[in-house]
């Protein structure tokens, strides 16, 4: 059972950044896809951004192209969120979730494995 733990998360003003960090808890982390995801208040979870096992494959939100950057370290077992120019609407509760099939998905579906969520609050 494979286990993700987000951190990073906080409270900052709009134009701000935060980044956020997931680390996994198995060897075979380096073999997973890895998004996040977030849910903002009285929404549903909504895709962010998803990188596929190697680094590639990377797929960003409409909303949040352009100012959100995921990466990865395998050698860390560690997937990072770099969230820039931060907005009031990227307020919500961001997950982290493992897929063991490898490629990037846009789709909750094609993960295995989720996060308990850090909170980011934007203040406007």
């Known amino acids: 059972q494979v286990q993700v733990v987000e951190s990073g998360g906080g409270s900052v003003q709009a134009g701000g950044s935060l980044r956020l960090s997931c680390a996994g808890s198995e060897r075979t982390f380096s073999t997973y896809a890895m998004g996040w995801f977030r849910q903002a208040p009285g929404k549903e979870r909504e895709f962010v951004a998803a990188i596929r096992w190697n680094g590639g494959g990377i797929y960003y939100a409409d909303s949040v192209k352009g100012r959100f950057t995921i990466s990865r370290d395998n050698a860390k077992n560690t997937v990072f969120l770099q969230m820039n120019s931060l907005k009031h609407e990227d307020t919500a509760i961001y997950y982290c979730?493992?897929?063991?099939?490898?490629?990037?998905?846009?789709?909750?579906?094609?993960?295995?494995?989720w996060g308990q969520g850090t909170q980011v609050t934007v203040s406007s």
């Open positions: 979730a493992a897929g063991r099939y490898g490629y990037a998905s846009r789709l909750e579906s094609g993960y295995d494995y």
